[in-house]
């Protein structure tokens, strides 16, 4: 089982409007948690970075929160743009001892669309 | 900025030929990775180097071999390329800290491989 879910799997807006994706992870010891963006035929992009003690941090239009209690993280969008239709993709590291590169965990991605 | 490069957006090959997928980074990084990544399933691990000629197994390394005979160029080599091996392909590199920190993954433009 992934032990990053993502919801929902993808979604239509309007442009101007706003959006919220979900995170639910049950990764653990939890290090930080990044929501990246990849547009299609590209690489991902990282938005935002969180650690244990951070419950929200924001790139722009793009605002990140995260509850470690309850392992939920979220990413919301304001007054989206043509330019948000990609895919966004959370993505949580292990705080592990004995290794120096921390392995992420990958959700399955969000892909957003946004219309005229 | 980091750049990180591979060197094929699109490849098709047939089944059985051996395939050669570069990924080269200009920012030192000492760690690098290759991923797969498929509709509905998060990136996964196939293999990482964290130091020249150092390789470390991933989540799914069947099928799969790597070379990393420079610190800057990193190699996925598909010995006997099969049709179930057709996927999106990302490179990335990150520094390397202490233990159980988790430096950002900077990734590559992908490489779309079809194996028919």
């Known amino acids: 089982k992934n032990q990053v879910e993502q919801s929902p799997q993808s979604l239509i807006i309007l442009e101007g409007k706003n959006c919220t994706l979900q995170?639910?992870?049950?990764?653990?010891?939890?290090?930080?948690l990044r929501w990246y963006k990849q547009d299609t035929g590209r690489g991902p992009v990282s938005l935002t970075i969180?650690?244990?003690?951070?419950n929200t941090k924001s790139n722009g239009r793009y605002t990140a929160t995260l509850d470690a209690d309850t392992k939920q993280s979220s990413l919301h969008i304001t007054a989206s743009q043509l330019s948000d239709s990609a895919s966004y993709i959370c993505?949580?590291?292990?705080?592990?001892?004995?290794?120096?590169?921390?392995?992420?965990?990958f959700g399955a991605g969000t892909q957003v669309v946004v219309t005229p | 900025d980091v750049k990180v490069t591979q060197s094929s957006r699109y490849l098709v090959k047939r089944t059985g030929e051996k395939v050669f997928l570069e990924c080269v980074q200009d920012m030192d990084h000492e760690n690098m990775f290759w991923y797969r990544q498929d509709p509905g399933l998060g990136l996964r691990l196939i293999y990482f180097?964290?130091?020249?000629?150092?390789?470390e197994k991933g989540d799914i390394p069947e099928g799969y071999s790597v070379s990393r005979e420079k610190k800057e160029r990193f190699s996925l080599i598909l010995e006997s390329a099969s049709t179930n091996q057709t996927s999106m392909y990302l490179c990335?590199?990150?520094?390397?800290?202490?233990?159980?920190?988790?430096?950002?993954?900077?990734f590559g433009p992908g490489t779309r491989l079809t194996v028919t």
């Open positions: 969180m650690t244990f003690s951070e």
């Open positions: 990335a590199s990150s520094l390397s800290g202490l233990a159980g920190s988790s430096y950002e993954q900077y």
């Open positions: 180097s964290y130091d020249v000629k150092m390789k």
């Open positions: 993505v949580v590291s292990a705080r592990t001892r004995g290794d120096s590169w921390g392995k992420l965990q």
């Open positions: 995170c639910n992870y049950t990764v653990s010891p939890f290090s930080n």
